[in-house]
């Protein structure tokens, strides 16, 4: 049996397990503990309590349901008599959270003790998914803990499916946040993630009358068993307010005078690493008011004022990406923003604080890293603290700056990139415009000494973009904030240079490098695909492959190994029937194993062109209707997946949801050719859903037009997960194919240097000549009502000179890759030996080998492994070879 934490024998059971050889004598645990008055009895009553502390929660079978029970008892407040399953999920959940708190406390315990180097990394999202399945596994615990719950009357796997998936994100950027800290924890890095605690997600997504219907994701109904709310924890947030000049010693210092103060409250959420003790934290930041109540009001008899600091308060954390479209909306995100990158620096200054030392050596201390620009105020705030409250002159404080912040771009898309308005960040952020101002103004000196009379330069390198309205370039401030910039993909990078941020290449060309996305290995294979993982251990001999991705590459023999495919493509089919079962619960759809799953999942958005998709299904539709029954044996049976929302001010991605539906209501119950065609939007798509959708596919669509997806980290997933991609030459499609070769993966399309050309001959062309016939008869069917007459705006997105992704042009190139994946479908073992081999491929896009090439290329820092507490008679934390 592999895993960290083994189950104790019945003999050892009564064994508890000693933590005091974690940090060796107990006067090493004595000065982690020295109380600050440092007296005879204070140091007596911390030998006492450690005492009391030092010994581990045992594992054995009786042990876990013994403390299920405890917590369904104390925690719950339950009897026997009213003891249900959402209940067994929130008692073990608990328990399995008293395990994670006592490495996470060793951990960070042993992390002080070395004074390490620690990486700090700041997202607006974090899409972690469901915690109960993924800590059993990292811990080794499953096997235990099934043992133990069937014989309270449950079933573990029923357990998992109670979970609510946390609404801390909305795409790829939080998941890739979520693997990352996956990663840093397996890989024993001393790491923190830090975000908000949203109470409501983006939105839970309906489907009614084909149409996307948002409603509030209270994710938080039921409680969440795995954070630890930390009332200890707490640091005042400013807004508004003035910025007052005085002078001391003959210098001038700013003082900012908030107009407004609320506090931001700490939560934190343990995170394992995979057979390793390391536990590290992801903590989140909830906004509460300064004073709880006005007492004052509520005497006067003004019982909404009374309350209404609070309201105003903990709106700032209520839901994540509020609806920018107005002046309140914008102002809101940007409270948020500052509110993550305030608390986040007090907190890292107060640990950083903890010995005493030079601000100069806080580059060595410390390494933080935004996640995409909106973590960047950070840089200005640093800022402030070392100038306006340590004293320190711009330059020294600068220089420090630069050394501890890197910055990870997500977006090749201009129009993507945050900016925010002069006045609105004068007015929430008065003194922190000041800074922007004096920053600007000496970064544009030195610009201007490099490329003297470039007015360009200039323009385009200022902080400022000037206009109607002046706004911020929060990504500009992020390039010349940081010590190290890194697109996502090799083409993204690439794109950066040449492209996006062709002037800050030019005016420091080492600043930037390509660090590729991956995924961990444990979640999205070993957790959601576990026969498969299953296999491979057998195939293997053991489970280190979820530590070295590359082990697998020595199973290429299997590839000719007929019986080998057959296994493979068994697992395969049993992920198809779970996701049927899911797609008859939740779409009332019913779905045929033995046809090609086709899946498109991700937000919806035209550059990810899931309307090119649609328009093909019709396309193919049409073919089918108007082929004799005979000649329909060279399409391959296909179910065509799509799931993913539409941001809800995003009119024409409301629009492609709505034609996607109409038209599966129209080819699901067309009796004639239903049985080779069906059309399923998968509502609410999410980490949970995704992990029941991967596993199943046969093809999976990666379809941007080129140059416009940075990355991407589904195609990834799949490709794990033994799924062959349709995919453009865009992002990490590129790595992929170079991973398993061309034959393996189905491109299409324009490349990225004929984009801009095309879409120049586009805007210049007679519609009529630019579409081809294909495309034009699908235009002309949905133009006659056989799927609903409201589908004329999004056809004009595409016919009227405005097809800026180029759906037209690639259009034909996608429908002869589709004739290729029809024929490929009907030679099984081609098929199997293609997905197979794309599998055991795949071992470079594991977040393991992505978080590696941030410690090493950006962040400076080592892994630090906590040592492994040991008992008389067994090592409960031994990793068996």
């Not at 890194?486 to 490098?513: C, Q």
């Not at 293997?540 to 590839?559: A, I, Y």
């Not at 800026?804 to 259009?811: A, R």
């Not at 034909?812 to 293609?834: E, G, S, T, V």
């Amino acid at each position: 049996m592999s895993g960290l934490q083994k189950q104790m024998s019945a003999s050892d059971s009564k064994t508890l397990m000693s933590r005091k050889s974690f940090c060796g004598s107990n006067s090493n645990m004595n000065q982690l503990f020295r109380p600050e008055f440092g007296s005879t009895q204070s140091l007596a009553n911390h030998e006492r309590l450690w005492h009391l502390m030092q010994n581990y929660l045992p594992s054995d079978k009786k042990s876990i349901q013994e403390q299920i029970v405890n917590h369904v008892e104390f925690s719950l407040a339950r009897t026997r008599f009213d003891f249900h399953q959402v209940h067994c999920y929130q008692a073990v959940s608990h328990s399995i959270r008293d395990r994670l708190i006592e490495s996470f406390n060793d951990t960070q315990l042993y992390f002080h003790e070395q004074d390490c180097k620690r990486v700090y990394y700041l997202s607006i999202e974090f899409l972690i998914g469901r915690c109960l399945q993924n800590a059993v596994g990292n811990l080794g615990l499953q096997d235990a803990y099934t043992e133990a719950v069937q014989e309270l009357g449950y079933k573990l796997e029923d357990l998992y499916d109670e979970e609510v998936d946390p609404a801390l994100g909305n795409g790829g950027l939080g998941r890739l946040a979520a693997c990352f800290l996956d990663s840093l924890a397996t890989l024993n890095y001393p790491a923190f993630g830090y975000g908000i605690r949203y109470s409501y997600g983006i939105f839970k997504q309906l489907i009614q009358n084909g149409q996307q219907v948002e409603a509030p994701d209270y994710w938080l109904e039921k409680g969440n068993p795995w954070e630890i709310e930390r009332l200890d924890v707490q640091y005042p947030v400013k807004f508004y307010g003035r910025v007052v000049k005085r002078h001391e010693n003959g210098q001038e210092k700013s003082l900012w005078e908030a107009g407004e103060t609320i506090v931001a409250r700490a939560y934190d959420t343990p995170i394992p690493g995979y057979m390793t003790f390391n536990t590290i934290s992801l903590r989140l930041w909830r906004s509460v008011p300064a004073n709880e109540f006005d007492f004052t009001s509520f005497n006067e008899g003004d019982y909404f004022k009374s309350l209404e600091a609070r309201e105003k308060a903990e709106y700032i954390t209520s839901v994540l990406y509020p609806n920018d479209s107005s002046y309140a909306g914008k102002e809101l995100r940007l409270k948020q923003e500052y509110l993550l990158v305030s608390a986040t620096l007090q907190d890292i200054i107060r640990r950083f604080k903890k010995v005493r030392r030079d601000w100069s050596l806080l580059p060595e201390k410390v390494a933080i890293q935004l996640n995409d620009t909106h973590p960047s105020l950070a840089i200005l705030e640093l800022l402030r603290i070392l100038i306006d409250i340590e004293g320190m002159t711009h330059a020294n404080a600068w220089e420090i700056i630069s050394k501890t912040f890197g910055y990870t771009n997500h977006t090749v898309l201009p129009e993507a990139l945050e900016k925010w308005g002069v006045d609105l960040l004068g007015s929430l952020l008065p003194r922190h415009l000041e800074i922007i101002y004096y920053v600007n103004m000496i970064f544009l000196s030195k610009v201007s000494a490099k490329f003297p009379g470039d007015a360009h330069k200039l323009s385009a390198l200022s902080l400022i973009e000037e206009g109607p309205v002046k706004k911020i370039r929060m990504a500009n401030l992020s390039i010349i904030g940081s010590h190290m910039v890194n697109g996502v993909a090799r083409i993204h990078s690439d794109l950066l240079k040449t492209d996006l941020f062709k002037d800050h290449y030019e005016m420091r060309p080492k600043k930037f490098i390509n660090i590729t996305n991956g995924v961990a290995p444990r979640r999205w294979l070993r957790s959601c695909n576990q026969q498969l993982a299953q296999l491979y251990d057998e195939w293997l001999g053991t489970d280190e492959w979820v530590l070295n991705m590359d082990m697998l590459k020595t199973l290429e023999d299997k590839c000719e190994d007929q019986l080998a495919l057959i296994q493979f493509m068994k697992v395969k089919r049993n992920n198809k029937l779970r996701l049927i079962k899911w797609v008859r619960q939740y779409c009332n759809v019913e779905v045929n194993a033995d046809t090609l799953f086709d899946i498109q999942v991700k937000r919806i958005h035209e550059y990810k062109r899931q309307f090119m998709n649609i328009l093909y299904i019709i396309y193919r539709y049409l073919l089918l209707k108007d082929t004799p029954t005979e000649g329909r044996k060279k399409f391959a049976p296909r179910t065509v997946f799509f799931g993913g929302k539409a941001a809800p001010g995003y009119l024409n991605a409301k629009r492609i949801i709505k034609l996607i539906n109409a038209v599966a209501e129209v080819v699901n119950h067309d009796l004639d050719t239903n049985h080779y065609l069906k059309v399923v939007f998968l509502p609410n798509y999410n980490v949970s859903s995704a992990e029941i959708i991967i596993p199943a596919s046969d093809i999976s669509q990666h379809i941007s037009t080129a140059g416009t997806e940075a990355s991407g980290t589904s195609n990834m997933k799949f490709v794990m997960n033994g799924g062959i991609i349709l995919g453009t030459w865009d992002g990490a499609n590129i790595e992929i194919a170079e991973e398993v070769g061309l034959d393996n993966i189905f491109i299409f399309g324009a490349r990225v240097e004929e984009v801009g050309k095309l879409i120049d001959n586009m805007k210049n062309s007679d519609p009529y000549q630019y579409i081809q016939k294909p495309l034009w008869n699908v235009i002309q069917a949905i133009r006659s009502g056989i799927f609903g007459h409201d589908h004329h705006g999004l056809l004009d997105s595409i016919t009227n000179r405005n097809d800026f992704y180029l759906v037209g042009h690639d259009f034909y190139h996608y429908a002869q890759a589709q004739i290729k994946i029809d024929q490929l479908y009907q030679d099984k073992i081609q098929w199997a030996k293609k997905a197979f081999y794309n599998s055991i491929r795949s071992g470079k896009f594991s977040s393991d080998r992505t978080i590696h090439e941030y410690a090493e290329k950006i962040w400076n820092i080592k892994p630090i492994v906590v040592p492994q507490p040991t008992a008389n008679k067994q090592d409960r934390f031994k990793i068996q070879k």
